[in-house]
């Protein structure tokens, strides 16, 4: 991040991709214009294709040149891939799997999936206010590079199995990033695994621990993966970082974010030790109401704040973006997916707008 310190001039690859990828990325885009003429920045976007769209132009989930793009950015904005449109495609040249190729390139192997629950969106939590109390504040740290993904696979038509590999290496990387994000916080890490099942597990937890021992700032419990998904829900308080492999961080930051009210409020960082990492709002594509102007774009627009925080260092910037986000939720304003009676409802670009003007 040193190396941003000075710097005004940023280059951001953009992949729009598909549903609603194109109206919440252009949100995100007019936010970041509006910062930097607010703190004297200039934000190149540069156009790449992932998914859907890169299979109707390229014929293939990711090409050769987005890979390059993506590369010698900066950092990379995401929409979303996917959609019934491409449902019947080869498995190896479905959109997502452009998704696991881009993260594979840049090397992006730490996934950061905060779920905040907002005081004013207190009331769209599926959960009870005694459980919920005075609000959520979780950092799932997903490993994303390994594990049933990314191992060896075989299919007929009579079996077909996948393979949960991991390596020493892969393990102490994603657990260093985990420790030193929990001590920036509140300096509690649950790792989450499955040791009394899986060998992946056992070397998994012997390593979380003997790294643990070089951050003794840091409070370090174990969970099984089944108990952490009942947990979060009957008791999400006590969860502040939670370090877990591929497959479970998966599902369970798909949970912890539902504990929010809204999939469409949470952004996600992938983070490397390259140059540039990628930013994407959690949800998916949504193709169902794509076209429509009722998207929620705040996931996105968080998503260019942890952008900006992360990869250029422009922690002033990123607290102007969020700051502006949670004036606009408590003056009553929301997208279809939060709206309740005697909310003010707004469409994708107007809550972009109003975003704009708090900044």
Not at 22 to 32: F, H, N, R
Not at 259 to 284: C, F, N, Q, R, V
């Amino acid at each position: 991040m040193k190396e941003y310190e000075k710097k005004k001039s940023f280059n951001i690859g953009i992949l729009k991709g598909d549903g609603i990828g194109p109206e919440i990325i252009d949100e995100a885009i007019k936010i970041l214009k509006k910062i930097g003429k607010r703190f004297g920045h200039t934000f190149i976007f540069e156009r790449g294709y992932l998914g859907g769209e890169s299979i109707d132009k390229y014929g293939v989930p990711l090409s050769e040149d987005t890979i390059e793009l993506c590369k010698n950015s900066d950092a990379v904005l995401l929409g979303a891939v996917g959609g019934p449109k491409w449902d019947n495609i080869t498995p190896k040249n479905r959109p997502e799997m452009g998704l696991l190729q881009i993260r594979k390139a840049m090397g992006l192997y730490c996934n950061l999936r905060p779920a905040v629950l907002f005081e004013t969106l207190k009331d769209s939590s599926p959960l009870k206010p005694e459980i919920i109390g005075n609000g959520l504040d979780i950092m799932v740290v997903r490993e994303l590079t390994g594990g049933l993904y990314f191992g060896e696979k075989y299919r007929d038509n009579e079996k077909a199995y996948d393979v949960l590999s991991y390596s020493r290496k892969e393990i102490e990387r994603i657990t260093k990033k985990a420790f030193e994000i929990a001590k920036k916080r509140r300096g509690n890490l649950i790792s989450v695994d499955k040791r009394n099942v899986l060998d992946t597990s056992k070397l998994w937890r012997d390593i979380v621990n003997e790294i643990g021992q070089r951050y003794t700032e840091v409070k370090v419990e174990h969970m099984y993966v089944d108990n952490a998904a009942m947990q979060l829900i009957i008791n999400p308080k006590q969860f502040d970082v939670i370090l877990t492999e591929n497959t479970f961080g998966d599902i369970l930051s798909d949970e912890a974010s539902m504990l929010t009210g809204s999939i469409g409020m949470l952004p996600s960082a992938s983070l490397g030790d390259g140059k540039a990492s990628l930013y994407e709002p959690s949800h998916g594509s949504a193709p169902d109401i794509a076209g429509k102007g009722i998207a929620n774009p705040i996931a996105t627009i968080l998503s260019a704040a942890m952008m900006l925080r992360y990869s250029f260092n422009l922690s002033k910037e990123a607290d102007s973006i969020e700051n502006a986000v949670k004036k606009v939720l408590e003056k009553g304003y929301r997208t279809c997916d939060l709206y309740k009676e005697g909310d003010l409802k707004v469409t994708t670009s107007e809550m972009g707008n109003l975003i704009s003007k708090e900044i």
